[in-house]
């Protein structure tokens, strides 16, 4: 009760700031946009797939999912500076309360953004598919990364770091190692290399599996994404477990 | 009969003592005050007396409640209205009212009654479907406090209730304030002299972390030998007349 209640809460401070939908809807759609614009002016003797919709339409939906790193963090930095958390605290609540409360919106948030993703990318000549509702499942856990690593700063920054970090650097980086903007092939070397220990280009490319149907090919993926899942979402619980005895973390 | 019994309550972090052995009775329905300068350790005891961070030492029994104990059962029985305001910017005024309710054990229909009652008793009626940042910061007080006591608690603690409201917002929240004396026991922390003396009906002295003087703003002029609340502040506090 107390969970759905402060979800609802949460689900209502996010999506009633204009700017967030902006970034959480508009911004993958006009990427994609963009690329198959891109892609409709490489004539087809150039023989470069690097911009068909099978391809940018996983990237663009898996890329949209590091803006709920943005949203919680700066949702959490928020509560924390206005004191509005010193209120919740001081209220009948347990940390798994808020822990799970912070996360359940983004996760119907991630699931939501990525159908009208989706639904965009079949728009632009995508073929629709039976996999797809596979490809929105594999958000879910993406998503959950990127929700550990906004409440972690956001449980130790204030709103403009966490903007800051979340929003221009971690757009960014998941930007480019995720393999989206340029094929990590075409890089290649070291900058290839850190991209497959890093979390992102993981993502994407359990995306493309799951939509292409090869759901065992998800699975060495998906490992390294529930890896750094662990290990960031299970720092975010922890420091904000800290905080929340008041303790100086 | 005594609604806080606070025994050698301590606050230790690392080798500052922000609470130093602190012991004080309040009574049920009293509105007990703490004065002290910046760092004096009022939002340090509050904080505990509201189990937001545990003590290092000593304990306080809430209505027969041990924060150390059983801070939970502390938690349904006692809310708080932080320093800042803490409001949700983004919901509206009934929805932040019905959320707190919700989340202190109430079910919809109870939350909305609630709801409605708080923002009469708080002449919040024409704001109700306004969201919370478009409030003025006397209004967005006021609504801090009614969030505050719509969990209908025993025991409130007020921490700067009135900082940075003009003199008119100021007033109608000591009128608010003055309504809930003597139905529920109010802890306030105050840097204005004149608000401490006009709503409370007991004033202690905090200076580093030790409670250096309780009683009336009588007791205190009496016991400094002085003419009025703020020169036997200065004085108790470790100033120069």
Redesign the interface.
Known sequence: MRILLFARRNTKEILRDPINLLFALGFPLILLFLFSVINSAIPAEAKNDMFIITKTAPGMATFGTVFFALFSGVLLAKDRTSSFLMRLFAAPMTSMDYIIGYTLPILAMAAIQSIITFSAAVLLGLPLSVYMPGAVLIMLPIAVLYVGVGLLCGSLLNEKAVSGICGALLTNIAGWFSGIWIPLDLIGGGFKKAAEVLPFYHGVEATKQALAGDFAGTIPHLAVVLGYVVVFYGLAIIIFRRKMRGDKA | MSAIIITDLTKK?GTLTAVDHLSLTIEKGELFSLLGMNGAGKTTTI?ML?????PTEGDAVMLGDSIRENP?AV??K??????????????TVR?NLE??A????QNAEASVKSAKEMSSRFGLDDVLGN?ARTLSGGMQRRLSIA??LI?DPQILFLDEPTLGLDVIARRELWASIRQLKKQVTIILTSHYLEEVEALSDRIGVMTKGKLVAVGTTADLTAQTGTGNLEDAFVVLSGGVL
């Open positions: 972090y904080k509201s189990c937001l961070i545990p939970n938690k349904q006692t809310n708080i209205s932080p320093q800042e305001t803490a409001v949700a910017p983004n919901l929805e959320f707190i919700g989340i202190y054990g969201k969030m505050a969990s």
